[in-house]
């Protein structure tokens, strides 16, 4: 079976193909911008067009627009090829890469919010979660995360706030996205934004 990556809810946008289980192409950029407009290219770029049996898209928590970018691209190449499509929470990503590097130990993951914030997530380490994605304050992350590892864009900010552990500084990348525990895999793919969105809707009645 192949399977199609895609992850650009961050500042990262990269896509991988797998078959039988390892990676067999794969591309990776820091974009900070513009996810919409490569997306599709990278793909395309991918052997075969990165045409799969099953495709896994990040759901977030990350940028709002990033995450919408990514599920309704999955979504419509699930339509497209008639392929199975299933989500992975972007700090389990996070985890898993971090994990490659140091097996078995389990970690935090911090990366960048909405406003100052961060999100963050603590992990076992065979990549299970140990608690839910959170948007904090860096006073009340340093004062949560006790994991000695943590990993994720903020990380080293993190550790400095905290003044102990060790810091991997890493992006979420889709090359790593078979080593998320199947257990954190979602059939149902929706948006995890992590925070409430910026805006209100106007009430009912209310002025256009």
Same mark, same amino acid.
């Given at each position: 079976?192949r399977?199609?990556a ?7 946008c990269s ?5 039988g289980?390892?990676?067999i ?14 997306l599709?290219?990278?793909?395309a770029?991918?052997p075969?067009?990165g045409?799969a ?18 599920i309704?691209?999955a979504?419509?190449l699930g339509?497209a090829?008639?392929a ?5 929470p972007?700090? =389990? *990503?996070?985890a898993?890469v971090?994990r490659?590097g +140091?097996p078995g130990?389990p ?6 919010g %909405?406003?100052g914030e961060w999100?963050v997530?603590?992990?076992g380490?065979?990549?299970?979660a140990?608690d839910?994605?959170r ?6 992350a ?6 000695p590892?943590?990993?994720g864009?903020q990380a080293?900010?993190?550790v =400095? *706030?905290?003044?102990t552990g060790e810091a991997?500084a +890493?992006?979420?990348d889709a090359r790593?996205?078979l080593d998320?525990? %199947?257990?954190?895999?979602c059939?149902?793919v ?6 409430p969105p910026?805006?209100?809707p106007?009430?009912?009645g209310?002025?256009?």
């Amino acid at each position: 079976m192949r399977i199609l990556a895609i992850e650009c809810a961050t500042e990262a946008c990269s896509v991988a193909l797998f078959e039988g289980g390892e990676a067999i192409a794969h591309d990776h950029r820091v974009l900070g911008r513009g996810h919409a407009e490569r997306l599709v290219p990278m793909i395309a770029g991918l052997p075969e067009r990165g045409r799969a049996e099953r495709i896994l898209v990040s759901l977030g928590p990350g940028s709002f627009t990033g995450v919408r970018i990514g599920i309704a691209t999955a979504r419509a190449l699930g339509y497209a090829w008639g392929a199975e499509v299933a989500g992975y929470p972007t700090l =389990a *990503l996070v985890a898993a890469v971090v994990r490659a590097g +140091r097996p078995g130990e389990p970690l935090a993951v911090c990366t960048t919010g %909405g406003h100052g914030e961060w999100f963050v997530q603590q992990f076992g380490g065979d990549g299970t979660a140990l608690d839910e994605a959170r948007s904090l304050t860096p006073q009340q992350a340093a004062a949560v995360l006790d994991a000695p590892l943590v990993g994720g864009t903020q990380a080293e900010a993190l550790v =400095a *706030l905290r003044g102990t552990g060790e810091a991997i500084a +890493r992006h979420p990348d889709a090359r790593h996205a078979l080593d998320i525990p %199947g257990a954190e895999l979602c059939r149902d793919v929706r948006p995890v934004y992590g925070r409430p969105p910026d805006a209100t809707p106007a009430a009912p009645g209310g002025p256009a």
